[in-house]
């Protein structure tokens, strides 16, 4: 412990606040206290304590910061702030970038649509959901559509004036799904009674509605309108049907999110179970990063950090674990409700099952991560590990690199590099060569001149970074390993090509040939074939594959511009230079073919006389 952190510690408040603990300004973790004093001596002075995250986060601390509130209250909602402002490395994060579908009426129109978005806007509409999938709302729509004669259009109109005037209907009216508003014909105020009953249905009055269309459907068939009887009957049936979906549960209280945890061994598994008037609405998991195994702190932190942003918080939330902090951030959420929220964690009774419930999803979602990060493992670092004994190396490459040319009878040559760190694909590091030096077909002497230009960059930006004592980035990262696509002659070339470059270390080297996936090592003649399931091979192939698409994918590109280039050489007047700021001003051809006269003038270098022309030869073609 640095003497900057002996002093402050010693002066801390025995007050309520947060604290800010840094690494080179940075901040690692932000945390709340009632006892600001008596909280942070105690990263310091137990450290037996702790779990190896804490250790791990004490050992990097540097320096701290602390803010003083007068409530823990306070200091709960400024952690939270903090949390989400810094996204510090060691707090328990919220992963979610769910977008939950919603319906939404904004009832200021006339005639209002029922439509899903993705999004709760502040516009006075009215919402209803989250709903757990964007399936279950285009059902509970087409439900909707086929019950209740909604208009469905984007058209802009109001009472008595229809699009431009008055319209005709479309085929939805004479189908009897619409009541054609937009002929200007239909009172706001009967639309409005529709509406009334879609609303009732939303906020979970089923047999309301449902009634209400028996009523009207046995209405019609003594009436001897068979027909309307009929659709009535079909609106019903589709209502049941969507009803049915929805596991009834007898639980008083209305409104309830239901929340367990469970840990996959790195981070906490949170399970959600949505009852909303005492039906379960739907479910799902949130995944709270680096939590190892704290579950109390796990559910804190999802608590604090989901209802922050969460468009609705229900009146009683249930939970799985008891924790600290529970009153306090009853408080939290009643202030953002604006009415009393009640968190309970179930001892009896109907409601310790959907705890039990919950749990035991979050418990079957963590054994199943834990079973990917296994498979994973085995398909990243394990392959890399197999890889190494198979190619006899006494480490276990971190950084392979792979390499593929690609032509077409030798004419824009290029190059591709891929990179793999610990057996996962590194794709912000890919690169492309432009090959200047060879001409005509040459793969052997086009791999040669990559790799040296590769490596001759690469140690002079690792020597750079040396000298300014900061960690190789980018070309000066040199990889371990090396994939050549081919076999013993492209890789001599390759070989050949990276001695010739002064280095401190050279990388191991060697070719897969594809025709029998064979494995050539320098200096040995014979080559090693791995068996056809093994991760190792699988590893490289994956690599190997991901360099020729790269190059590949390249090359078209390359192509593809030539192609237009030749094109503008037949306009009179279009030069070299103003073909390539043609070329560079706009993304492809079609866009040039497009552009208006005023748009071919803005692209660098272009006169009206030179836009005329090039505006001539595509418009008179």
Not at 399 to 422: F, H, K, W
Request: proline letters at 4%; a neutral charge.
């Amino acid at each position: 412990m640095n003497q900057t952190l002996e002093f402050k510690i010693s002066q801390l408040p025995e007050s309520p606040g947060v604290y800010q603990m840094k690494k080179g300004g940075e901040v690692i973790y932000v945390g709340k206290a009632v006892n600001l004093k008596n909280r942070v001596r105690q990263y310091f002075h137990s450290s037996r304590d702790h779990t190896p995250k804490v250790r791990a986060m004490v050992a990097n601390i540097e320096d701290f910061d602390i803010i003083l509130c007068d409530t823990e209250l306070e200091a709960l909602i400024l952690e939270c702030n903090l949390i989400k402002k810094y996204r510090p490395y060691y707090n328990i994060l919220l992963k979610d970038d769910k977008q939950y579908p919603y319906i939404r009426i904004d009832l200021k129109q006339d005639y209002p649509r029922v439509e899903l978005v993705r999004r709760i806007e502040k516009d006075g509409a009215k919402y209803f959901g989250p709903y757990i999938g964007a399936t279950v709302v285009r059902d509970v729509l087409e439900v909707l559509h086929n019950s209740f004669p909604l208009r469905t259009c984007r058209h802009e109109f109001s009472f008595g004036k229809g699009v431009g005037g008055k319209h005709r209907p479309c085929i939805r009216y004479q189908m009897g799904l619409c009541l054609a508003p937009c002929t200007g014909n239909v009172m706001p105020g009967q639309y409005r009674q529709m509406l009334d009953e879609i609303i009732a249905f939303l906020n979970g009055r089923h047999e309301d509605v449902v009634e209400h269309l028996r009523r009207k459907m046995e209405e019609a068939a003594k009436n001897w309108e068979f027909e309307r009887a009929a659709m009535y009957r079909d609106r019903v049936t589709a209502m049941e049907q969507v009803l049915q979906k929805q596991k009834a549960i007898a639980v008083a209280g209305g409104d309830q999110d239901v929340i367990a945890v469970a840990s996959d061994g790195v981070d906490a598994v949170v399970e959600v179970i949505f009852m909303r008037e005492g039906k379960i609405l739907g479910n799902d998991h949130f995944i709270m990063q680096r939590a190892e195994a704290q579950q109390e702190e796990s559910l804190v932190m999802f608590l604090l950090q989901y209802y922050d942003n969460a468009p609705y918080i229900p009146k009683e939330i249930l939970l799985g674990e008891e924790c600290e902090d529970l009153e306090v951030m009853e408080k939290l959420l009643s202030e953002k409700k604006g009415s009393r929220v009640h968190i309970a964690v179930p001892k009896r009774g109907e409601k310790v099952r959907l705890v039990e419930m919950a749990r035991k999803n979050a418990g079957d979602i963590a054994q199943k991560r834990r079973e990917q990060f296994v498979k994973q493992k085995a398909r990243t670092v394990g392959a890399c590990k197999e890889l190494a004994d198979a190619l006899g190396l006494d480490f276990t490459p971190r950084r392979i690199e792979g390499y593929d040319i690609s032509n077409t009878q030798g004419t824009l040559s290029v190059a591709s590099m891929v990179v793999a760190i610990d057996g996962q694909p590194a794709r912000s590091q890919y690169r492309h060569y432009r090959i200047k030096t060879v001409v005509g077909a040459n793969d052997f002497a086009s791999m040669a001149e990559v790799i040296g230009r590769r490596f001759t960059r690469g140690e002079r930006e690792r020597l750079e970074a040396q000298k300014k004592g900061v960690l190789p980035d980018g070309f000066a990262d040199l990889p371990d390993l090396v994939l050549i696509d081919g076999g013993p002659e492209q890789l001599r070339f390759a070989q050949d090509a990276m001695h010739a470059v002064p280095m401190e270390k050279y990388p191991a080297m060697f070719g897969l040939a594809k025709r029998l996936e064979e494995i050539y090592l320098p200096g040995r003649d014979d080559p090693i074939r791995l068996d056809e399931h093994s991760e190792a091979l699988r590893l490289i192939q994956r690599i190997r594959d991901e360099a020729h698409r790269f190059a590949i994918t390249h090359h078209r590109g390359l192509r593809a511009k030539r192609s237009v280039a030749s094109r503008l050489e037949e306009i009179p007047g279009i030069g070299a230079t103003r073909r390539r700021a043609l070329l560079t001003h706009f993304p492809n051809l079609e866009a040039m073919q497009n552009a208006s006269l005023e748009e071919l003038m803005e692209a660098p270098g272009m006169n009206r006389p030179a836009a005329e022309a090039v505006f001539a030869f595509f418009h008179d073609k």
